[in-house]
């Protein structure tokens, strides 16, 4: 948790009339071009993937699976299938769940523990789940969208080696479940690099899927995403910064071939990290930023071997400022990167952090807010470990 420092300045949206006013020097600042991917019209790429169309992919194939929605537990006594009061509850709480939610489907679970043989508790885990079945039918929920399963005493939630366990194993668990269909998505992975020394994994990460594979020796995969849902998708390769790529995986990008870059951790290269911005005047990164953050945690606790620089900066058109709020600012901005990877074990020692004020601003005089937030950023710069 950082706390929000206010600072006297920072150019926002309000200030571009001013700036166009007053902005009579035009300097030449260095930096690396920001290139912005926008996902529904707020989230930029990080890594730079572009999406380029291919007549010659094949129709993606396509399958259904199944999301689990909610789920809730009955629990029984000793050898008993009868459901008590407590049990009936949680069953009207079940029938009165996502009441809005279409399509959905029931799958009902038996268990026991592991007194008695396995023929004994196969049919008793039967009958829990039947009466569990029965009693969700009494309650309104069409008899077409539940299904049954029972395991006897093959699948334990907890230990059976004392009595608060195996009452957790006596049990039906209820899953509310939707289906929802994942095509397949084709792309490849290029580097800065000449090439890759270890294997290329690609994440799809989306709030109700998550799936990997590995692409070929060429940068070339294919993985199912769900289907028309905001995903992620994060390249992660040794000695590379590891990239994420915001996307909707709509019909139309499934006929197409994303092409995703990542930039390789050279010495003495300075790396943009395009996605991990600022709010105007603050030190606390956007929410958009999330996952760029943990792509940078990632990539650092996968290299324990690389040590860098992290270089703050700020939006401030103008004369370059050497002192006071806007020079504090991108020292702020530094340090708070630097505390986030320290918190999540990252080495102090592989680290250093610094502000760059508005020496290298990567649009000058900037137009509007997309082109402000690109200026409040962090790179890395890559620098030899120090020997102890």
Do not use: W
Not at 80 to 89: F, H, I
Not at 199 to 226: C, M, R, W
């Amino acid at each position: 948790m950082h706390r929000q420092i206010g600072y006297p300045y920072e150019s926002t949206q309000n200030d571009l009339q001013m700036q166009d006013n007053r902005f009579s020097i035009s300097f030449s600042h260095m930096g690396m071009l920001f290139t912005m991917a926008l996902l529904l019209g707020i989230l930029p790429g990080f890594g730079q993937g572009t999406i380029k169309t291919s007549s010659n992919l094949p129709k993606p194939p396509f399958k259904d699976t199944l999301l689990i929605l909610h789920q809730e537990s009955v629990f029984f006594p000793s050898n008993g299938d009868r459901l008590d009061e407590n049990a009936l509850q949680i069953l009207q709480k079940v029938r009165d769940t996502l009441p809005k939610a279409t399509n959905k489907i029931y799958e009902v679970q038996g268990h026991t523990d592991h007194k008695g043989s396995d023929a004994f508790n196969l049919d008793l885990s039967q009958r829990r789940a039947r009466n569990v079945q029965s009693k969700l039918k009494e309650l309104g929920i069409d008899s077409s969208t539940i299904s049954i399963n029972y395991f006897g005493k093959r699948k334990p939630k907890a230990s059976n080696t004392n009595a608060k366990g195996m009452a957790l194993n006596r049990r039906v668990d209820i899953f509310i479940l939707k289906k929802f269909r994942l095509e397949m998505l084709f792309g490849n992975v290029a580097s800065d690099s000449i090439g890759f020394s270890d294997s290329i994994k690609i994440k799809v990460i989306s709030p109700i899927y998550e799936d990997s594979t590995y692409a070929d020796s060429l940068g070339n995969f294919a993985l199912f995403v769900p289907a028309n849902q905001q995903i992620f998708l994060r390249v992660e390769a040794k000695e590379h910064l590891y990239a994420v790529q915001p996307l909707v995986a709509t019909r139309e990008l499934m006929k197409k071939k994303v092409e995703l870059h990542i930039k390789s951790l050279q010495y003495g290269k300075k790396i943009a990290i395009p996605d991990l911005n600022f709010f105007g005047g603050s030190i606390i990164l956007l929410p958009k930023s999330e996952p760029a953050m943990k792509a940078l945690i990632a990539t650092m606790q996968a290299n324990p071997d690389v040590c860098f620089d992290i270089r703050g900066h700020v939006n401030h058109p103008g004369d370059l400022v050497f002192s006071g709020s806007s020079f504090e600012l991108a020292e702020g901005r530094a340090q708070t990167v630097f505390e986030d990877l320290k918190c999540n074990r990252i080495s102090a020692s592989r680290m250093t952090h610094r502000g760059f004020s508005n020496f290298e601003m990567i649009y000058p005089k900037p137009k509007n807010e997309a082109e402000m937030s690109a200026n409040r950023r962090v790179e890395i710069f890559r620098m030899p470990c120090k020997q102890e």
